[in-house]
């Protein structure tokens, strides 16, 4: 599959590849992992300028409309950079919700801050006990006056230190696992009750583990929605970091194929041996069967199609082995330096690395598809 896109998305594409060539080199986000706050508000406004975080959002939420075909073109962008500012957790995560479930007060609230860059979201959905399980939730959240009160706790929520909101999950009735108990509540990352323990994780971003204790917070959607909300969101969220995925893998490919054609062993270059070539040729089918596989998810998603869970599963596992080949193979190629954190392969490795364990890792998506695929 290759899409053919629009003269505004073409548009879009070329602003985020120019953006990103000027002003986001390694070097220059190498700087960014290393400061005290771990991404760079300067390019956070500078995305925001740029209309990246009004791009997927729709018209009547006050975004641009692009929907998913806008996040695909972002990231995968943004993969080859090795971005770190949290787009999918604010825009593709946050903002989709808000979208999706929140009240006309609270997008007007919300969807503004997110659009000009002036808040930060992040989803706390994760326990220590639940794994890929949106249903096994024993946060809890029970009514007082016309808010919630949240207790618990949530684990590795990716981006929290910088959020100025989170959307959790708790439950408001049933057993730890029951489905209609959950409801996703917006909680204000400063609030009394809310503890953070923060910590950087293996590709350079920001995490935390939140505790709450007695913590207030307002109802997004209506209870026990949850845990369907979150499902769907998972789907949009999978064709998110696909597509970053894809873009890492491509800038691999790209960085050994160049590689071999100047380092020399046995008085010739790497690239003229056979056995190599045969290598990064199987490296370059896997990037454009990953890309292929991307493209009809995202197209998918923006169309509606039916099935799309099934999809977004079988994307997540073929694409998760993909990058995982290709970046075990760049990182042999180029040998001890692989690794090395003054080159860029092995930062790309351990994006991707992260990227496969985000909402479910390649294995649990090949039972998820094969589940789904039995249930159709």
Known sequence: MDIQFTEEQELLRSSVQRLLREQYDFDTRRKIVASEEGFSRKHWEAFAELGLLAAPLSEEAGGLGGGPLSTMIIMQEFGRHLVVEPFVETVALAGSLIEHLGTPEQKQDFVPGIIDGSKVWALAWTEKTSRFDFANVTTTARREGSDYVLSGEKTMVIAAPWADYLIISARTSGDDRDRGGVGLFVVDRRAAGVGLQSFKTIDGRRAAEIGLRDARGQLLGNEGEGVAALEACRDRAIGALCAEAVGAIGELNSVTLEYSKTRKQFGTTIGSFQVLQHR?????????????????????????????????????????????????????????????????????????????????????HVLRYAQLDAAA
């Open 280 to 364: 990064m040729v199987d490296m370059f089918i896997a990037h454009q069967e990953a890309l292929s596989l991307m493209q009809h998810l995202n197209l998918s998603l923006s169309d509606g199609d039916g099935g799309l869970s099934r999809l977004a599963s079988g994307a997540k596992s073929k694409i998760g082995y993909a990058g995982k080949f290709v970046a075990d193979q760049a990182v042999q190629l180029h040998g001890g330096m692989g690794m090395t954190d003054e080159l860029n392969v092995g930062h790309y490795f351990k994006r991707i690395s992260s990227i496969n364990i985000q909402f479910g890792d390649p294995a649990f």
